[in-house]
């Protein structure tokens, strides 16, 4: 039981730091779709610049490559007002190509040296906190609200609607930088293409399964983290074929996403502002 709550934090790790990374664009009322795109360029920027000098580094890297990411997004969503489900997916498809081409070279490649997975997780959680208090204790926290309620009124007060969520955008970005980072730094130190494996659409769904919390998502991310780890844990031992397991925590987002009308979206959230109209 003890090794199952363990790795079901470890497992859920990248995928609490990512949704964390959505909710805070979310929360200011972008949709951040590129969250798989972004999770694949920054594990393989913090592997490659792990490999070649410190993992720290890596892990800075992973970061900043998330921050970029975010802000790239924030290019089309917010200030050319784009589609941003388009958008999010366009830069989804980027990431996980460009990922892909540019690591060949680092394929089958082990490090030598990984971070701690359980201080990871624990800096994951305090960031779980570290988010909840700048949403609801901090005036950054406050104008963020507001432009995912209501924009228009946010600017009426004079809130600098595209500023707070380019502001999302980044801090978030840097949080799903650092979620791929884990993947190829502590949970599985190595690259291959396509290692986050669909957990950036997971991180996305658990945010809709947290109703936009982060202490609540903290719960989900471990229940996601249970079932990745029960789908390798089971496989073999119950006459259920392996395919059915490698499913389970998908249908859950499946699940979630046909139950989330049952939950309120922020307002604005998916509406491009545009001053004025």
């Known amino acids: ?3 199952a709550l363990l790795r079901a934090v470890f497992f859920g790790t990248p995928i609490l730091l990512a949704s964390l990374g959505a909710l805070l664009a ?3 009322g ?8 972004i999770m694949a360029l920054s594990a393989l920027s913090a592997f490659a610049l792990g490999l070649e000098a410190s993992p720290l580094l890596g892990l ?11 802000v790239f997004l924030g290019v089309f969503a917010v200030s050319l007002r784009a589609n941003q489900f388009v958008a999010g997916l366009a830069v989804a498809a980027l990431g996980l190509g460009a990922s892909g081409l540019l690591g060949k070279r680092y394929e089958g490649v082990p490090l030598e040296n990984p971070l701690p997975e359980g201080g990871l997780a624990l800096l994951a959680l305090a960031l779980a906190l570290l988010v909840h208090l700048l949403l609801y204790r901090t005036r950054f926290g406050l104008y963020l609200r507001s432009v995912g309620e ?9 809130v600098d609607v595209d500023r707070v969520r380019y502001g999302a955008l980044a ?18 130190p190595s690259w291959t293409d396509g290692m986050t494996g669909g957990l950036g659409f997971v991180a996305i769904a658990l945010v809709i399964l947290a109703a936009w919390e982060p202490l609540r998502a903290v ?8 079932l990745f780890f029960l789908q390798f844990r089971l496989q073999g031992s119950v006459p259920i074929p392996s395919e059915a397991f490698a499913a389970m925590p998908y249908l859950l987002v499946i699940l979630v996403l046909a139950l989330s009308g049952r939950t309120r979206a922020p307002k604005a959230l ?8």
Not at 150 to 158: E, H, I, Q, R
């Open 26 to 28: 979310e929360r200011s």
């Open 270 to 277: 998916g509406v491009p502002f545009e001053r004025g109209r």
């Open 1 to 3: 039981m003890e090794e």
């Open 219 to 226: 719960l989900g991310a471990y229940l996601f983290g249970l």
């Open 30 to 37: 972008v949709v951040n779709l590129g969250v798989e795109g």
């Open 150 to 158: 209501n924009p228009k009124a946010a600017d009426l007060f004079g």
């Open 171 to 188: 801090l978030g970005g840097g949080l799903i930088g650092m979620a791929g980072a884990y993947l190829s730094l502590a949970y599985r």
């Open 60 to 70: 800075l890297a992973g970061v900043g490559v998330g921050v970029l990411g975010g």
